[in-house]
């Protein structure tokens, strides 16, 4: 019984790997445990009783409570997380339109009024005017569209 027993933990590679498998899992872990609170505060279905109680759920015996969590609530938790990224994707294609201008285009009666104000200044002839009130009524003018006659000459 003098013969010396190696353990596959013995080996420096194993023990590589097995150090690396737990702390990987040991960051998955908190991976898991950030979105599962994250997951909390972004359920509006919940109560703030209900917040509470599953938070403290999970920071006080935090393997079972996030393994319950996940069993009782994980089919809702990528809903919650698939609709708040509409949502903010949605806010964020607003914002864009809205600051790119939205690309409506100004009606005849708005570039009329522009128009007409652009003379009554006198910074156009009636000449001009009656150009460029010929060109929108028609809905045919330059490539930069309809009134840029009339703003070109600033």
Known sequence: MSTQM????????????WTML????WIMWFVLLFRIIGDIFRDDDLNGWGK?????????LPFLGVFVYVIARGK???RREVAQ???????FDTY?????????????????SKLSEIR??????????????????SDYGPPGGPGTVAASRH
């Open 22 to 25: 737990w702390f990987f899992l």
């Open 85 to 91: 990224a509409r949502a903010q994707q949605e806010a």
């Open 120 to 137: 009554a200044r006198g910074d156009i002839t009636d000449e001009e005017f009656r150009r460029a009130k010929s060109l929108i009524l």
């Open 6 to 17: 190696y353990l596959a933990y013995d080996y420096p590679l194993l023990s590589a790997f």
């Open 52 to 60: 509470t109680g599953w938070l403290l759920f999970v920071i006080l």
């Open 96 to 112: 864009i339109r809205e600051t790119a201008g939205g690309g409506s285009r100004p009606t005849s009666a708005d570039e009329l």
């Open 76 to 78: 809702n938790m990528g």
